[in-house]
């Protein structure tokens, strides 16, 4: 099986007049950290939403371990394995920890009418399971002290761990963090970081939008820049920092940077 699992092909997408994704291809490697950079206005949010199923393509392809994804909702999107964040917080405040955790956990619940028939004996193990696995996504990224505090209570920073835990209990393939550190100080960025590479480590794929170019150039395999909607490098963080036309982009000569 071919190591690019995630491919975007010949990606196409307007709104108006305005031509915000223009010809994208990509590809994405299993068990790696994928970064999507650019200025503002360069098109990441929107490809993002592509990808997950928020909009669907004017014209060209995505495929998710070689089957074709565009124009799927996000629910069936999130079914075969692709989970995303969003770069604000989307966190119930007046739910625990936890019970946050728990709703990410619903995609992997193995309900049903005829088990729930089987009654509360059926219902209670696998609320158990449930429970367990949450727990463990919880002292992965070392917040399981919280479990039981309300979301809202919590510094916004471990709000985003939250959310990170969230994507987490359904057992993504693919994950997807729109701007992980937007907000987070010097440390939590660097807390941030460290979870991105443990989670790459455990096996999860991880594709990220992020503006915070230190980030981005210590966690990631490979770089994806985009610039009016198209691409324009695509290589390691190395190559991509010592590329003419990325320097003029970030600059300001290309965009507004």
């Not at 992980?180 to 979870?195: I, S, V």
Request: net charge negative; glycine share 10%; charged share 20%.
């Amino acid at each position: 099986m071919s190591d690019s699992f995630l491919c975007v092909r010949s990606l196409n997408h307007w709104f108006g007049g305005l031509h915000v994704i223009n010809s994208v291809d990509l590809c994405c490697r299993r068990g790696t950290v994928m970064a999507i950079i650019g200025p503002n206005g360069a098109g990441k949010t929107t490809l993002f939403n592509l990808i997950a199923g928020s909009l669907s393509p004017v014209s060209g392809t995505i495929t998710f371990e070689e089957t074709a994804i565009q124009g799927l909702p996000p629910h069936r999107i999130a079914g075969i394995g692709i989970t995303r964040t969003f770069q604000a917080s989307r966190l119930f405040p007046g739910m625990s920890v936890l019970e946050n955790v728990m709703v990410g956990r619903h995609l992997r619940a193995r309900g049903g009418f005829l088990k729930d028939m089987a009654g509360r004996f059926w219902t209670a193990r696998e609320e158990d399971r449930m429970l367990a696995a949450c727990m463990d996504v919880l002292q992965r990224l070392g917040i399981s002290d919280l479990a039981e505090q309300e979301a809202r209570a919590l510094p916004f920073g471990r709000q985003r761990v939250v959310e990170l835990a969230r994507a987490l209990a359904s057992e993504p393939k693919l994950l997807l963090l729109d701007e992980p550190a937007c907000g987070l100080n010097p440390n939590e960025t660097e807390e941030m970081a460290g979870l991105i590479g443990r989670i790459r480590d455990r096996g999860t794929t991880v594709l990220i939008v992020e503006h915070d170019m230190s980030l981005v150039m210590r966690i990631s395999d490979h770089v994806v820049v985009l610039s009016y909607g198209s691409v324009i490098a695509d290589g390691t963080p190395r190559d991509v920092q010592a590329n003419d036309e990325v320097i003029s982009v970030y600059l300001g000569a290309g965009d507004n940077a």
